[in-house]
């Protein structure tokens, strides 16, 4: 059994919003790399007093710990090393405090932005912080509904404006056959990155993999269609395009981190009108899944938009659903 080495991490956003990222000597571990600085947690600090030393003794730079907000929480295992990724926001409180940086210990460092990170290699276990800072807060799930219902709801969501918009529309249509629900993608798609918004087809892969990739952001794999790839030994889509699912337990998590999907919604958080029968996850249980996961989560049922700094404090990424945005 690997011991686990706890270790504070800091998202660094300049006035400008560019993140601040370092490169790993050749003889660390995971070397030659790019990474969000930080380092470990002694035993008598708290992640955030260990990440205000870390920075400061890594790259100069200040920070008030009462100044960072948490983004997310990743337990990650390489073969000859386990990891818990403690990541933390960190932000320029006055424009210029942070051009101090540099690299203390002789290593590399640069101000990216975000739309550019990807252009850099970092090691695997940073791929859920990326994926943590390209995700928005909000995802927006279509009725089971008709056509027309569907495209109301959305315009209704678009219309919601900037601020309080869902970041993601999670096109969900199981009463519509593929014809129709390609038909109805192509319409909604250029609207939504019109808005800004990512367009998420929930349907079958084989829909997808037809047009798909044309009219839509990523996939997200519904409780059948999960269970038929649950077995796959990779993940069903390209790397680019976004993949997510649904799980409720444990195994469903495990399953699904094993396919490779780049976030996930846990069901149900609270009662839900949509599915009155389906009992709520215990404190523990929803505190057993957010513990074990290695990517971001969504809350899903019976949650409104008022409930995201509650489930931010709970370690997710936001929060999921259908009346919390806009009642047809």
């Given at each position: 059994?690997k011991k686990?080495?706890?270790v504070a991490?800091g998202v660094?956003?300049?006035a400008?919003?560019?993140?601040?990222i370092?490169?790993?000597?050749?003889?660390?571990?995971?070397?030659?790399?790019?990474?969000f600085?930080g380092?470990?947690?002694?035993?008598?600090?708290?992640v955030q007093?260990?990440?205000?030393?870390e920075?400061?003794e890594?790259?100069?730079?200040?920070?008030?710990?009462?100044l960072?907000?948490p983004l997310?929480?990743?337990?990650?295992?390489?073969?000859d090393?386990?990891?818990?990724?403690?990541v933390w926001?960190?932000?320029?409180?006055?424009?210029g405090d942070?051009?101090?940086?540099h690299?203390?210990?002789g290593?590399?460092?640069v101000w990216?932005p975000l739309?550019?990170?990807?252009?850099?290699?970092f090691p695997?276990?940073?791929?859920?912080?990326?994926?943590?800072?390209?995700?928005?807060?909000?995802?927006?799930?279509?009725?089971d509904?008709?056509?027309e219902?569907?495209?109301s709801?959305?315009?209704?969501?678009?219309g919601?404006?900037i601020?309080?918009?869902?970041?993601?529309i999670?096109?969900?249509?199981?009463?519509i056959?593929q014809a129709e629900f390609v038909e109805?993608?192509?319409v909604l798609y250029?609207?939504?990155?019109?808005a800004?918004?990512?367009?998420v087809?929930?349907c079958?892969?084989d829909?997808?993999?037809?047009?798909?990739?044309e009219?839509?952001?990523?996939?997200?794999?519904?409780?059948?269609?999960?269970?038929a790839l649950?077995?796959?030994?990779?993940?069903?889509?390209?790397?680019?395009v976004?993949l997510?699912t649904s799980?409720?337990n444990?195994?469903?998590?495990e399953q699904?981190?094993?396919?490779g999907?780049d976030?996930?919604?846990v069901?149900p958080v609270?009662k839900t009108?949509?599915?009155p029968?389906?009992?709520p996850?215990s404190d523990?249980e929803?505190?057993?899944?957010?513990?074990?996961?290695r990517i971001?989560?969504y809350g899903?049922?019976?949650l409104?938009?008022?409930?995201?700094a509650?489930?931010?404090?709970?370690?997710?990424?936001?929060i999921?659903g259908?009346?919390a945005?806009?009642q047809?």
């Amino acid at each position: 059994m690997k011991k686990i080495v706890h270790v504070a991490v800091g998202v660094i956003f300049d006035a400008q919003k560019n993140i601040l990222i370092a490169k790993r000597s050749d003889d660390q571990h995971q070397g030659g790399l790019w990474e969000f600085p930080g380092g470990k947690v002694e035993a008598d600090e708290t992640v955030q007093q260990a990440l205000a030393r870390e920075l400061d003794e890594e790259v100069g730079i200040q920070v008030a710990p009462e100044l960072m907000t948490p983004l997310i929480q990743i337990p990650f295992h390489y073969p000859d090393k386990s990891v818990y990724l403690d990541v933390w926001n960190v932000f320029e409180t006055n424009s210029g405090d942070f051009k101090v940086a540099h690299g203390k210990e002789g290593q590399p460092v640069v101000w990216v932005p975000l739309a550019e990170l990807s252009d850099y290699e970092f090691p695997a276990a940073n791929k859920a912080i990326l994926n943590a800072l390209l995700l928005p807060e909000l995802i927006a799930i279509t009725p089971d509904s008709d056509v027309e219902s569907i495209r109301s709801y959305i315009a209704g969501c678009l219309g919601l404006g900037i601020e309080k918009s869902p970041g993601i529309i999670q096109l969900r249509a199981p009463q519509i056959a593929q014809a129709e629900f390609v038909e109805l993608a192509k319409v909604l798609y250029p609207q939504c990155l019109q808005a800004g918004v990512k367009l998420v087809w929930n349907c079958p892969l084989d829909w997808f993999e037809a047009e798909g990739s044309e009219y839509s952001d990523g996939l997200h794999l519904s409780v059948q269609n999960f269970v038929a790839l649950s077995d796959m030994e990779k993940r069903p889509v390209v790397d680019d395009v976004w993949l997510s699912t649904s799980v409720h337990n444990l195994a469903e998590l495990e399953q699904a981190q094993q396919l490779g999907v780049d976030y996930l919604l846990v069901s149900p958080v609270q009662k839900t009108s949509s599915h009155p029968d389906a009992e709520p996850l215990s404190d523990a249980e929803l505190k057993a899944i957010l513990d074990h996961t290695r990517i971001p989560v969504y809350g899903l049922g019976g949650l409104a938009v008022a409930d995201l700094a509650e489930v931010k404090k709970q370690g997710m990424q936001g929060i999921a659903g259908i009346s919390a945005f806009y009642q047809l």
